[in-house]
Nanobody, 119 residues
Framework: QVQLVESGGGLVQTGGSLSLSCAAS????????MGWFRQAPGKERAFVAAINWSDGSTNYADSVKGRFTISRDNAKNTLYLQMNSLKPEDTAVYYC????????????WGQGTQVTVSS
């Protein structure tokens, strides 16, 4: 099974930047899609961004387009999320996730990392 571990969360001022990492192990990822989700206090978990591991194609939630960039390092089996122009509404626990390219549901999840954006 796939194992995912997030890191890189922290406290940042409005307009600042932060980079998250997700180390994957337990399986090769050439036939997987991976993504980032976030959950703010009192709200449901929401989609942020996703990437096709094999060809690098991406898609983003409208709320983060132009500010966030998802990428991967195939050799290190590591997923990244570069976050720029951060806003207080970006404050949430961020999770990385994985699914096989042939299915719809993400069924592998990391433990989450806290991102806090202050005014």
């Amino acid at each position: 099974q796939v194992q995912l571990v997030e890191s890189g969360g922290g406290l940042v001022q409005t307009g600042g930047s932060l980079s998250l990492s997700c180390a994957a192990s337990g399986r090769t990822f050439s036939n997987y899609h991976m993504g980032w989700f976030r959950q703010a206090p009192g709200k449901e978990r929401a989609f942020v961004a996703a990437i096709n591991w094999s060809d690098g194609s991406t898609n983003y939630a409208d709320s983060v387009k132009g500010r966030f960039t998802i990428s991967r390092d195939n050799a290190k089996n590591t997923l990244y999320l570069q976050m720029n122009s951060l806003k207080p509404e970006d404050t949430a626990v961020y999770y990385c996730a994985a699914r096989h390219a042939g299915i719809v549901l993400y069924n592998h999840w990391g433990q989450g990392t806290q991102v806090t954006v202050s005014s």
